[in-house]
């Protein structure tokens, strides 16, 4: 962010992590920047701001974050059909699931399944919690954007100094 | 035991606050609270591990610069600092009872895996898992 090097006041940071843990801890829900800033007590627009640059995101992206990890969770730990997943986790359709879990994440619902259950039981010792953060995607980056690198990346391999930043 | 780890602290906004929210609300006891000028040398107990001490700094002058102390504050106030856990014996009654005593709960108490656990801050933003004893 190029707002300025001052600092951000951490009255309002810890008002600001009051609103990512609300998201943290109903993920699966509807959160609107309105919303959101109701729970930080300040503007829509202040907020949208404040919680990119506290954060790192975008209130949204990071929303999404959770959301894969929720997903990625559920895939790996219960029986749940991938239907019924991505409708735990927060979307509304199942073909936007599939398409963003991919485009986060590398691989399919189902490939990821499969991966997890075979690398499963090593972690054991480590608190699930800890466990499930320590997976959460690193969204650097917008989902479309990423999208876009990936499908530049397979038709043109010159394009790669044009997408640096 | 004469040999393991005897202090760790953690950093918070206010070292008064932080007191009655420990000890108020978590119940835990003061071990030791020595003030020289600005420096305060502050740890609780719990009162089941006496071995063991919870120290509550507030980050500034003199042990660190007025900068590194606002980005201190910043990262606890983020919620950035390292995990800490609780253990308890019953998670759903020790959520109910911290709760009534106005503790900022971030996670309702959870089944997971044989065990419950459930989440609070502290008011700086320290995050807290509290974790109920495998039996």
Redesign the interface.
Known sequence: MSRGSD??D??L??R???A??RI??ASHEQWPVARLARVSGVSPAHFARSFHR??GAPPHRYLLTRRIEKATALLRDTELSITEIAFEAGWSSLGTFGRTFRDVTGQTPSALRLRAQAEADSLGRV????LAAGRRPDLASAVSEKRRRASLATTSSSSDSREQR | MSEGVQVAGVYV?DADEALAFYVDKLGFRVHTDVKNGDYRWLTVQHPEQASFQLGLFVPGPPTVDAATA??L??A????AMP?L?LVVDDCRASHARLAARGV?F???PVD??GSV?A?F?DP??NGW?M?QARR
């Open positions: 600092a951000q951490p009255a940071l810890r600001l992590l009051r990512r843990d943290d801890a506290a954060f608190p699930p919690c800890f | 906004r606002q980005a504050k910043a606890v106030a983020k919620g995990p856990v900022e971030t996670q309702e997971r895996y656990d989440s801050r700086s933003g898992k974790v």
